[in-house]
C-alpha cells in the first residue's frame, strides 16, 4: 500500500509540474501577450485540481511512511516552484 500510494504521488508530481509549466508558459503569455484567454480556464483548473491531488497525496504519503515535518515542507514548498515537483519526484519521493 505505501508503494501504491507513493508511486501516485510521483506520477500526480510529474503532471502537476507540467500543467504548471503549461500555466506558466504557455496560457498566461497567450493571455497578456496576445488577449486570448481560452486556456486560462482549462488549463488553470487542471492545474488547480493535480495541486491539490498532489497536496493530498503528500499528506497520505507523509502518514504512511512517518516523514518529518522537514520533508513535508519542503515537499509542499517545492509545488509552489517551477519544477519544483520535478525535484521533489526525484530527490524526495523515491
Do not use: C
Not at 503532471?15 to 503549461?22: C, N, P, Q, R
Amino acid at each position: 500500500m505505501k508503494e501504491k500510494v507513493l508511486a501516485q504521488l510521483r506520477l500526480v508530481a510529474i503532471l502537476e509540474g507540467i500543467s504548471y509549466m503549461a500555466l506558466l508558459f504557455i496560457a498566461m503569455p497567450m493571455k497578456y501577450i496576445f488577449a486570448d484567454v481560452r486556456l486560462m480556464q482549462p488549463v488553470g483548473m487542471l492545474h488547480g485540481l493535480l495541486f491539490v491531488l498532489y497536496v493530498l497525496l503528500l499528506l497520505v504519503a507523509s502518514l504512511q511512511n512517518k516523514w518529518g515535518i522537514g520533508l513535508i515542507f519542503k515537499g509542499f514548498v517545492l509545488s509552489l516552484l517551477p519544477f519544483g515537483t520535478f525535484y521533489a519526484e526525484r530527490k524526495l519521493f523515491r
